[in-house]
């Protein structure tokens, strides 16, 4: 079935070091949302984006979607331990318009 | 705004019984989602919910598996009998107009099946 491809599966940085989890699919699609869940969490919503080329800042993320609207990502700039997580992307698709989360990106930081 | 609130939050039971989860989504969103979670598959979709209704349960492992919507405020997954494969974190998550709008998670119910 329809389904997206997150690279890297595991991420391991030193706090202040810059990370980037991208997120690609084979087929357009029609909007990305980005989830982060903490060790021991649920799944927590970042942000959707919609629009070709689309480019969303929140503080030290940023989020871009492909021109193509095929692939996404998630760029965090001067990691902190606070951003220790798994970072998964989802999108709207299946028959009947459900969201399917990629496999996520594990970021542990090390101080 | 309370969240949405499943429970229990962590269930341990041995293999055969029934296994009843429950979840409570935001007052106002018509759609409620059941997702399992486990290190080998993921985040998979279970069955989705939209007005109570449900749209589509081909994540449904198997008859063991059932849900159930009878109100706008309620809804519950049931496993029966249950096996140590069942084993996972299952999340519900609510949402105000299905899934091209944020998802709210629930906490999650930790299951263990011996």
Redesign the interface.
């Known amino acids: 079935g329809q389904q997206v491809m997150q690279i890297p599966q595991y991420q391991h940085v030193q706090e202040g070091e810059d990370f980037t989890t991208y997120c690609n699919s084979s087929t357009t699609l029609s909007n990305i949302q980005w989830y982060k869940q903490r060790p021991g969490g649920h799944p927590v919503f970042l942000i959707q984006l919609v629009k070709s080329g689309e480019v969303k800042k929140q503080k030290r993320l940023t989020f871009q979607f492909g021109e193509a609207k095929k692939n996404s990502s998630l760029h965090i700039t001067a990691t902190q331990t606070t951003d220790v997580g798994t970072y998964f992307c989802a999108f709207t698709g299946g028959s009947q318009g459900n969201l399917i989360f990629g496999k996520g990106t594990k970021l542990s930081v090390k101080p | 705004d309370a969240g949405v609130i499943q429970s229990p939050r962590h269930e341990v039971t041995e293999m055969g019984q029934e296994v009843t989860l429950r979840c409570k989504p935001i007052s106002g969103h018509n759609s409620l ?1 059941w ?1 399992r979670q486990t290190m080998m598959r ?2 998979e ?1 279970l069955i ?1 919910f939209n007005n109570n209704v449900p ?2 349960d ?2 449904m492992p198997e008859d063991r598996f059932s849900a159930k919507m009878p109100n706008a405020s309620f809804s519950t997954l049931k496993i029966q009998p249950s096996e140590p494969r069942d084993s996972a974190v299952y ?1 519900c ?1 609510s949402s105000p107009r ?11 119910t930790r299951l263990t099946v011996t």
């Not at chain 2, 299905?98 to 999650?108: A, M, Q, R, V």
């Open positions: 989602f997702y993921g985040l979709l989705y749209i589509d081909s994540g999340f998550a299905g899934s091209d709008s944020p998802l709210h998670f629930g906490n999650g």
